[in-house]
């Protein structure tokens, strides 16, 4: 019997109206008299009307656990056995959110079965995890720019036009474009280094004097990563900046900086 604080109370306002107002036409109840909504899912004291004998009966899934549905139940609402949720397998992990220091990965799995009829609902489709990015890029991340004002370029010109000179001059420069994040108060002492401020926006030029076997700068940095940097000419002039684009064939502009 459904557990209902008003029950008794209902009943005999029922029975009290129903001698007031003397015999009733018989008419159709149940689940099939409530409209759009004739049935309803779990338990729910609303989804109720009158069943032939004029009590409450009512037309939820819960009404088969406590026996009180009305006639018409079964075969209005179509309920057959409760049917729980079935999932796949976990698919396999995704790659390291991070290429390089502490990420998160994720994997998922799919529904193959929905519930219904009042089944066990489905579990988490989805499991995250911490992880650890290792790439062999990190390598790169790793290293520190040594920079100076782009006043010490030197067009220089072998004059007897040694052949691994040659090649050096033959390199084209790159341009990377850093925003800063980090500069030491040691920064602040000197005039080209004051241009090392938090925020700002560098351009650092890699001449081909400055690249090593690979063709790149040291310290050239890692897109979207925190590297560091450090000034060759100042002592304890140092910071971070975070590589925003890089162009290849390129010249800073003036009152920029270079690799060395």
Not at 96 to 116: A, D, H, I, N, Y
Not at 157 to 162: G, I, N
Not at 213 to 221: F, I, L, T
Request: aromatic share 8%; glycine share 8%; with cysteine.
């Amino acid at each position: 019997m459904r557990d209902l604080s008003i029950g008794v109370g209902y009943r005999l306002a029922l029975c009290t109206w129903l001698l007031a107002t003397g015999p009733l036409q018989v008419t159709e109840g149940g689940c099939a008299n409530r409209g759009i909504h004739k049935c309803c899912p779990g338990r729910n004291n609303d989804c109720s009307d009158f069943s032939l004998r004029k009590t409450p009966c009512y037309c939820d899934s819960y009404c088969e656990k406590t026996g009180d549905c009305c006639e018409d139940y079964h075969a209005v609402c179509q309920i057959s056995a409760a049917v729980d949720c079935v999932v796949g397998p976990w698919g396999a992990w995704s790659e390291c959110s991070s290429f390089c220091g502490p990420g998160s990965k994720e994997r998922t799995r799919q529904v193959t079965l929905p519930p219904r009829n009042g089944g066990t609902p489905c579990p988490d489709l989805r499991q995250r995890r911490g992880c650890l990015g290792d790439n062999p890029v990190c390598e790169t991340a790793k290293e520190v720019a040594k920079i100076l004002p782009d006043s010490f370029k030197r067009d220089f010109k072998d004059p007897w036009r040694r052949p691994y000179m040659l090649m050096t001059e033959k390199m084209p420069s790159y341009c990377i474009y850093f925003r800063l994040k980090q500069a030491s108060v040691a920064c602040h002492l000197h005039l080209w280094s004051r241009q090392l401020a938090r925020d700002r926006r560098v351009c650092v030029e890699c001449q081909g004097g400055a690249m090593s076997s690979s063709k790149r700068c040291q310290g050239d940095g890692l897109r979207g990563s925190r590297t560091f940097w450090t000034a060759a000419s100042i002592a304890g002039c140092q910071g971070s900046w975070v590589q925003e684009t890089s162009q290849q064939n390129c010249v800073c502009p003036p009152f920029s900086f270079i690799f060395v």
